[in-house]
């Protein structure tokens, strides 16, 4: 198998220099290769080595390919033909059409570019999409699905795609499968979604302790990192042991040599033997104590050494857990009711009527397409906006709210002022001992909140959710696994799965909503 791509002892770092990850060497071919990691890991950061957007620190990239990388942002003021870089070639092909076309439009013109658009097209579930319409029309799905068709049509042979199902409804994500299993060339596919990770052929994991190359899809890799763990929590606790049993060698040598020193002074002060003899012995003594206490200091700084590097391993192999403050709601405390309600945005109606009840800790999934009315409908649960018509009662006040953007939050200013602005009630010892509950203590709630990754505005998101006097009874979630790495879904999903209230939640991860326990689904 020819290589499209080899990475040869590949380091790379943020561009003010801090170290993400060293020594990556693998080649990849006509295959997909799942790329994972932590938020800040360098997942991005190599992606675009791979362009050569950015330099190595180390090592060497050597392509082989054309490659392709799905983009993220979007100017809104563009067409969509502009978008994908056709427009000039089907504005020469309209000339040529109306008979207005110059000789370099007859050299020059692309006759396939038509027929292999509407295919693209097609093929990503976008069926006579119109070239002059603007992106800014488009939902986030769309456009997503508009960047593949666009990569589609390029005929690269090696794709880079970074989080590719984000924002994606079914549909979307269905065409993005499709094209996973039948794209003929390479893919590199950064992505936390676990579902689209079954169909790599191998998992490359970056780490700042190693990077490590696993043949096969997310399954076998999430168990091999679990026997990591696993081992790594050996590693500790062996490295404890060793450390306990070397202090209490080190205590019983005091105790035995200030036993031998207090018999040596006894003899001293009875006078009863020569000098000359004392002082010898005494010398032996103290030389011999000497290389003792040299020796057992070299090994508890050992011990002492292969603790720290064993625990500084544990903490990052292991995930945070959180435990959330969880309601005293009983099973058939009525929350919320939902009666013939309908909604509608520019004169469009997006979904209704709608009739729904949440008792107890019930946990609801909205499900739709993009643009089907799922965020709107959590804005008229929270009363935000009235519905077109139809009623919203809602029986508590403790209802808290966590999205995928976290936008409760000013990314200028640090997290300790962010919750002290959104909660005013506060004293700022409240807020530094809510926050520590979520992992910020001391100088961790000073930092501002556009520096934090993805999963530490997450935790941030939940510190605020459930900063009040009392914990809310109903949590609403708007796609809260996109931008987040696995072990932040997994911590949320932990998190969620022994919280003991009412969860209403719009996603489209089939593995977070079965881990956190989803009973009911609704689709707009």
């Known amino acids: 198998m020819t290589a499209c791509l080899t990475l040869d002892n590949l380091a790379l770092a943020t561009p003010d220099g801090k170290p993400l990850f060293d020594n990556l060497t693998v080649s990849i071919g006509r295959e997909c290769v799942g790329l994972v990691g932590r938020n800040g890991s360098g997942k991005s950061t190599l992606l675009r080595a791979i362009e050569q957007d950015t330099a190595p620190l180390r090592g060497t990239i050597h392509l082989n390919a054309r490659t392709g990388r799905l983009r993220q942002r979007f100017d809104e003021s563009l067409t969509v033909a502009e978008t994908i870089g056709v427009a000039g070639e089907l504005a020469r092909l309209a000339r040529i059409t109306a008979g207005h076309g110059t000789p370099e439009d007859l050299d020059h013109a692309d006759w396939t570019l038509e027929p292999r658009l509407e295919q693209a097209f097609a093929q990503m579930g976008l069926p006579g999409l119109d070239t002059g319409r603007r992106i800014a ?13 666009g990569l589609l049509l390029d005929e690269v042979d090696l794709l880079l795609l970074d989080e590719p199902t984000n924002n994606l409804d079914a549909a979307g994500r269905a065409a993005i499968d499709d094209l996973i299993r039948a ?61 306990k049993a070397t202090e209490r060698k080190l205590q019983q040598a005091r105790e035995k040599q200030e036993k031998s020193d207090s018999r040596g002074r006894a003899v001293r002060t009875r006078g009863d033997q020569p000098k000359m003899l004392l002082d010898k012995r005494q010398e032996r003594a103290e030389q011999t104590a000497g290389r003792g206490s040299d020796l057992a200091h070299r090994q508890l700084g050992a011990a002492s050494d292969a603790v720290a590097a064993a625990s500084a391993r544990l903490e990052i192999v292991t995930p945070l857990s959180i435990d959330l403050p969880s309601p005293d709601l009983p099973s058939s405390r009525q929350l919320l009711k939902l009666e013939d309600v309908c909604a509608g945005f520019g004169g469009r109606t997006l979904f209704g009527p709608l009739s729904l009840e949440v008792r107890g800790p019930q946990r609801i999934a909205i499900k739709g397409a993009n643009g089907s009315g799922k965020s709107t409908l959590l804005n008229l649960i929270r009363g935000r906006i009235a519905p077109a018509s139809g009623t919203v009662t809602r029986l508590t ?86 931008h987040l790495d696995i072990e932040s879904v997994e911590l949320l999903e932990a998190a969620l799965k022994a919280w003991t209230g009412a969860i209403i939640v719009i996603s489209h991860d089939t593995a977070f909503l079965n881990a956190i326990g989803v009973q009911n689904v609704i689709t707009l």
């Open 137 to 149: 029309s488009l939902s986030g799905g769309e456009r997503t699905r508009l960047a593949m068709a």
């Open 183 to 243: 794209w003929p060339g390479g893919l590199l596919i950064a992505s936390h979604d676990r579902a689209l990770l079954e169909q790599a052929d191998r998992i490359v994991e970056l780490s700042p302790i190693g990077c490590t190359v696993f043949g096969g899809g997310w399954s076998e890799f999430a168990e091999a990192r679990s026997a990591a763990r696993a081992r790594a929590a050996a590693e500790a606790e062996r490295a404890a042991n060793t450390l």
């Open 397 to 482: 006040r403790r209802i808290a709210i966590l999205d995928q953007h976290v936008a409760v939050f000013d990314p200028n200013t640090s997290l300790l002022e962010n919750v002290r602005a959104l909660l005013p009630a506060l004293n700022e010892n409240d807020i530094r001992a809510r926050l520590a509950r979520f992992a910020f203590r001391g100088e961790a709630a000073l930092q501002p909140v556009g520096t934090l990754s993805g999963g530490e505005r997450l935790r941030a998101g939940l510190a605020v959710a459930f900063a009040g006097g009392e914990p809310p009874e109903l949590f609403l979630l708007d796609e809260p696994t996109n």
